[in-house]
């Protein structure tokens, strides 16, 4: 937190707060579904609200973008009509050569790397990866906004989405909708245990929204001459690699060998051993203030001047002994650093640097 602080703080510094909530353990795959009656309880808190998966960066441009987008439907459209649209987003990954350690000898390697639209593969691309706005279906828009305004992508799927206080509103009380509560992704009719709309945060990011079948049947926009400040990146830039058959591109032909997994055993190399890391500069950045304080006998802030990330715990009892212990001791050091004003002890930075365990692994159910 102490290293998140100083780099958030130009930003959080009377401007807004950072909140880190504890989640139980157990909600596994449903942990995406937490954000949504947060959305709700919060809703005249804030005029805009942003769900997003932790891989994707989202720039302040992306949001000036949606808001304008979002204000200008709200202007030109009838009273309502702007709450069946949503102005979504399309995500991009870097095309990295396959199997290449970047050196000084081969950096030419990346001068054709370009952003990837991995999820939006059929073609043509007009037609069946994305399909322009037809008036007979949406007739209001297009008397409003022309033609040739707004495109939809086929895999509506965006990993995150944006929202007004006011479509929140609006979607909350939508036939059929219920968006403020959050609900199991779909199954298939004939067998509802099996899921028809792949996972549940792809389900709660981007088709209980935009599903017509399914979901709230609102209509992802993407504004054609803006649409390039609506792409967002996807940091893990891997899924571009493993897309198609057998897990890639290109794997469904004769002679294709099977994709290998990791089995979490694999040993990896990260540069040289002399490499300075974020957390090593920042703890001996943060010892040498120590030092000075102590010589000048400075005394440490007050609690009032702490205005950094905050963190909550939801936890309850309902865990093994031995987790409730670690979440325990490790919330009683966030609360004595804020109490000191966001300052760090000599014991904290050790325990930063070496090697204290900051994880805790759930031992294993019998049968699994």
Not at 98 to 122: C, P
Not at 159 to 176: C, D, H, Q, S, Y
Not at 221 to 244: C, D, E, Q, S
Not at 347 to 368: E, M, N, Q, T
């Amino acid at each position: 937190i102490d290293i998140l602080n100083t780099r958030l703080f130009p930003c959080i510094n009377g401007q807004f707060q950072i909140t880190a909530i504890l989640k139980e353990p157990s909600l596994k795959l449903h942990l995406v579904d937490c954000h949504r009656p947060l959305f709700y309880q919060h809703l005249e808190d804030y005029d805009l609200f942003l769900y997003s998966e932790d891989d994707i960066r989202v720039t302040p441009q992306t949001i000036y973008t949606y808001l304008d987008e979002s204000r200008r439907l709200e202007r030109l459209l009838p009273d309502g009509k702007h709450e069946d649209y949503n102005v979504g987003v399309v995500r991009y990954e870097l095309n990295y050569p396959d199997d290449v350690i970047m050196n000084d000898k081969n950096r030419f390697a990346t001068q054709n790397v370009t952003r990837v639209y991995w999820e939006h593969l059929r073609k043509p691309i007009v037609g069946k990866g994305l399909t322009l706005i037809e008036e007979s279906d949406h007739p209001e828009l297009i008397r409003a906004t022309g033609r040739d305004a707004y495109i939809t992508m086929t895999n509506n799927h965006q990993g995150m989405f944006m929202a007004t206080r006011e479509l929140l509103i609006a979607w909350k009380v939508r036939p059929n909708c219920a968006f403020d509560i959050p609900s199991n992704r779909p199954g298939l009719k004939h067998k509802p245990q099996q899921p028809a709309m792949g996972t549940q945060r792809v389900w709660m990011s981007s088709h209980m929204l935009h599903s017509y079948q399914h979901g709230c049947g609102v209509k992802q926009l993407l504004p054609i001459k803006k649409m390039g400040a609506l792409t967002v990146h996807h940091l893990a830039n891997k899924n571009y690699r493993r897309i198609g058959r057998k897990g890639r591109m290109g794997g469904k032909l004769p002679g294709a060998v099977e994709n290998e997994f990791a089995d979490g055993s694999e040993v990896f190399g990260y540069g040289h051993g002399s490499l300075v890391s974020a957390l090593e500069l920042h703890v001996e950045l943060q010892r040498e203030m120590i030092r000075r304080r102590s010589k000048e006998n400075t005394e440490a802030l007050d609690e009032s001047s702490y205005g950094g990330m905050r963190m909550l715990n939801e936890i309850n009892g309902q865990n093994p002994q031995a987790y409730l212990q670690f979440v325990d001791e490790h919330m009683a050091s966030y609360t004595a650093y804020v109490e000191r004003g966001g300052v760090l002890t000599t014991d904290d930075l050790d325990r930063s640097i070496f090697g204290a365990d900051f994880s805790y692994v759930f031992p294993k159910r019998r049968g699994h």
